[in-house]
């Protein structure tokens, strides 16, 4: 797949982490899947893929709602982490971005904004070697509101000391398009692989 740049100079390269950096949506889908086996709750995946990008409590809070459950939404964060952790030797770079950011390392700032927590995002980022490249990340513990919200984003850019409509976003999911967008920055539409074609 090729990405799509759009025109123009841009200051500084913003990217989610999993499903545009790493290839790792499906691996978090059978993470989700196991832990919520626990509490007999139903998680489509069509509806995981079209909530990408928004914070993991989020996800579990909405999850209560639509099933009509009360999961513990500490204790469901602690036991999925735990098992993508194991699960990290499992997960791929998705290459074209990876171009991207080896293209542009040391010629603009890059940051990384993610609704994942941030050992999730650092452990990661270790596992395909590229962590040292970015010169700030953004996770669900920085702003109170997450994507599709703008603040993860313009966070970054504040942190960047760059200008929100110089910034490039790279992303998989709506909420981070939306986010961008509120957030005055221009998107790269990143597709996982299990995705394409679809």
Same mark, same amino acid.
């Given at each position: 797949m090729t990405l799509e740049i759009p025109q123009g100079e841009y200051a500084a390269y913003l990217f989610d982490c999993d499903g545009?950096?790493?290839?790792?949506?499906?691996?978090?889908?059978?993470?989700?899947?196991?832990?919520?086996?626990?509490?007999?709750?139903? #998680?489509?995946?069509p509806l995981f893929y079209e909530w990408a990008g928004v914070p993991i409590a989020e996800v579990v809070s909405r999850l209560n709602t639509r099933n009509g459950l009360?999961?513990?939404?500490?204790?469901?964060? !602690?036991?999925? !982490?735990?098992?993508? #952790?194991?699960?990290?030797?499992?997960?791929?770079?998705?290459?074209?971005?990876?171009?991207?950011?080896?293209?542009?390392?040391?010629?603009?700032?890059?940051?990384?904004?993610?609704?994942?927590?941030?050992?999730?995002?650092?452990r990661t980022l270790k596992t395909l070697g590229v962590l040292e490249r970015f010169q700030t990340l953004v996770t669900a513990e920085d702003t109170l509101r997450g994507k599709p919200a703008p603040d993860p984003y313009l966070l970054a850019a504040e942190r960047l000391g760059i200008e929100p409509a110089r910034c490039l976003v790279f992303e998989d999911g709506e909420a981070g398009f939306r986010s961008a967008e509120a957030a005055g920055m221009k998107w790269v539409r990143v597709v996982s692989p299990q995705l394409r074609g679809r």
């Amino acid at each position: 797949m090729t990405l799509e740049i759009p025109q123009g100079e841009y200051a500084a390269y913003l990217f989610d982490c999993d499903g545009t950096i790493a290839d790792s949506m499906p691996l978090h889908y059978r993470v989700w899947c196991e832990v919520l086996s626990r509490w007999s709750c139903d #998680f489509p995946e069509p509806l995981f893929y079209e909530w990408a990008g928004v914070p993991i409590a989020e996800v579990v809070s909405r999850l209560n709602t639509r099933n009509g459950l009360n999961m513990p939404i500490s204790e469901v964060l !602690e036991q999925r !982490e735990e098992i993508y #952790f194991r699960s990290l030797p499992l997960v791929q770079p998705i290459p074209e971005v990876i171009e991207q950011i080896d293209l542009n390392y040391g010629k603009i700032p890059l940051a990384v904004v993610s609704g994942s927590p941030r050992e999730s995002v650092v452990r990661t980022l270790k596992t395909l070697g590229v962590l040292e490249r970015f010169q700030t990340l953004v996770t669900a513990e920085d702003t109170l509101r997450g994507k599709p919200a703008p603040d993860p984003y313009l966070l970054a850019a504040e942190r960047l000391g760059i200008e929100p409509a110089r910034c490039l976003v790279f992303e998989d999911g709506e909420a981070g398009f939306r986010s961008a967008e509120a957030a005055g920055m221009k998107w790269v539409r990143v597709v996982s692989p299990q995705l394409r074609g679809r």
